[in-house]
């Protein structure tokens, strides 16, 4: 039973460059969530996608958009890059209907994508 | 605004005793609470959780003790090991509002358990 998954796992852009992120969902799971993880600190929630739409959204610029397909995978993307966008970038999927209701409460995480903006 | 913190950015232990890391919130929009570990270079992994309704929850060595009037929360690992050394982070989860179905994480506490 494969976890998150996301690639790639490192990448080094420029200043005003833009990036895709992609991140594969644990099986059976239908939601994904995106989080930003700055140095020294927890993680902050970028938004979220379930039915292929976004759901909710954090405190971040429209310079950060998503995208989910229809095999519940989804994609981060991120334009005009600034050297604060250098960060961890975590996706998490959960069920959101799954037998047990205190299951769809838990997120699970994949191992991130490092990226440094030079 | 820091909704969620984690006022300990360390902690140190010695094997076979207790780790007691705590966490303090301030929005009572919250109705779930979870804890998750973070070994370098992988993501957080779910450790275990509490529903607002609830006041303790247990899984073998972990057990979350949940203080709603006092807005705070605590995970206690008996006896603690070398290998439970890691970042913990503790996460809320919002009821409604702008704040639903997200996770607010604390800025984390770094676990060592010394041999």
């Known amino acids: 039973d494969a976890g998150v998954t996301q690639s790639p796992t490192h990448l080094i852009k420029t200043r005003g460059q833009q990036v895709t992120l992609r991140c594969s969902p644990k099986s059976g799971h239908d939601t994904v969530s995106w989080y930003q993880q700055a140095l020294g600190q927890g993680p902050q929630f970028i938004f979220q996608?379930?039915?292929?739409?976004?759901?909710q959204r954090g405190n971040f610029p429209d310079r950060f958009s998503g995208h989910q397909f229809p095999n519940y995978s989804s994609e981060l993307n991120v334009n005009a890059l600034l050297l604060g966008d250098s960060a961890l970038y975590l996706c998490a999927s959960k069920n959101t209907r799954p037998d047990r209701s205190r299951a769809k409460n838990i997120q699970y995480f994949g191992a991130g994508t490092r990226l440094s903006v030079l | 605004d820091q909704q969620v913190k984690q006022n300990s950015p360390s902690l140190s232990v010695q094997e076979g005793r207790i780790s007691i890391l705590n966490c303090d919130y301030t929005?009572?929009?919250?109705?779930?609470f979870l804890w998750y570990k973070k070994y370098p270079a992988e993501g957080p992994t779910f450790l275990i959780s509490?529903?607002?309704?609830?006041d303790k929850n247990e899984d073998g060595r972990f057990t979350v003790f949940l203080n709603k009037s006092a807005k705070h929360l605590s995970l206690h690992i008996v006896p603690s090991q070398p290998g439970d050394s890691a970042v913990y982070f503790c996460?809320?989860?919002?009821?409604?509002?702008?704040?639903?179905?997200?996770?607010?994480f604390g800025q984390g506490t770094i676990l060592t358990v010394h041999p």
């Open positions: 996460a809320a989860k919002g009821s409604g509002g702008t704040s639903y179905g997200k996770l607010t």
């Open positions: 509490i529903s607002s309704i609830k």
């Open positions: 929005n009572s929009m919250f109705d779930y």
């Open positions: 996608y379930y039915e292929e739409e976004e759901r």
